[in-house]
C-alpha cells in the first residue's frame, strides 16, 4: 500500500528582510547632507565663527601654489571675472576657499575680481577651531 506523503516547501519570508533594508535606505538618505565639495587640497584656515553654507554657492579654490580653480576647472587670474560672470546667479555666495599659506594679495585680488563679476556675497571658508 502505497501512502502519498505531502512535500512542504517552506519557504524563507523575505518580506521583513526587504522592509528592513527599505528603512535603513530611508533612514540614510534623510541623515545624510549632500555638500559638494571641490576635491582640491587646500588645508583651510582654522576660525571660531560658524557660519551656514548657502545651498548656491560658487567655490572658489585657490592652492598654496596660487593657482585658482572654480567648479575643478583650472583658470588664470586674468579670466576669473569673466568665468564668474558665467556662473553667478542674482543670489548666489562666493566661497573662496583659500589654503592657509596663500599669500593675502592673491586672496585679496580673487575677491577683487569676485566683486568685479557682480557677487553679492564673499565668504572665506575655514575650519571650526579644534578641526
Known sequence: MDIP????????NLTPLIDIVFLLLVFFLLTTQFIEED???VKLP????????DRDEVAIA???????????????????TAKLEEVLGADTTV???GDREVALQTLV??????????AARLVVATLQEGN
Open 5 to 12: 506523503v505531502r512535500s512542504k516547501s517552506t519557504g524563507l
Open 39 to 41: 576635491g582640491i587640497g
Open 46 to 53: 582654522s576660525s571660531n565663527s560658524v557660519a551656514n553654507r
Open 62 to 80: 585657490i592652492t598654496r601654489q596660487g593657482d585658482l580653480f572654480v567648479k575643478g576647472q583650472r583658470l588664470p587670474l586674468a579670466s576669473l
Open 95 to 97: 566661497v573662496v576657499r
Open 109 to 118: 585680488s580673487v575677491m577683487e575680481k569676485a566683486k568685479q563679476a557682480g
